[in-house]
């Protein structure tokens, strides 16, 4: 199964960006072409992730449209299903761009931590001359 590969990037790049902390809640865009639906990357995800900081966390999943121009009539559109035909035709012979990343755009810790600063991206409280 294919959705264990997927899973393992997935608890890799939350542990990196968790940096120790417990995480409750990972929020994933997958393309259309990695043909992947959030039950069964969750199921994946639980036993990957077990024993980690990660371990009970969920993933939220965002499916990201992959786009398709008909090489019949060159009609592009977007979809979700990887297995779409051209909207404009019904033609099979479409080729692809995109629709096969796989990013984590966010994780939500177990507990909210105090960090002093903007929290837009600051690293803290900037050093303040004596």
Known sequence: M????????????VEKRADGRRVRRARV???????????????????????????????????????MTCRSCGSTSTSVDPFAVCAGCGGTDIDTEGGDDLVLESIQMAEAAHVPGNSRGDRGDPVRPS
């Open 29 to 67: 865009h997958a393309g259309a072409l990695l043909r992947v639906t959030e039950p069964v990357i969750n199921q994946a995800f639980s036993a990957v992730a077990d024993g980690s900081v990660a371990e009970g966390a969920r993933v939220d999943l965002v499916i990201v449209p992959v786009r």
């Open 2 to 13: 294919h959705e264990f590969g997927i899973a393992e990037a997935i608890l890799a790049a």
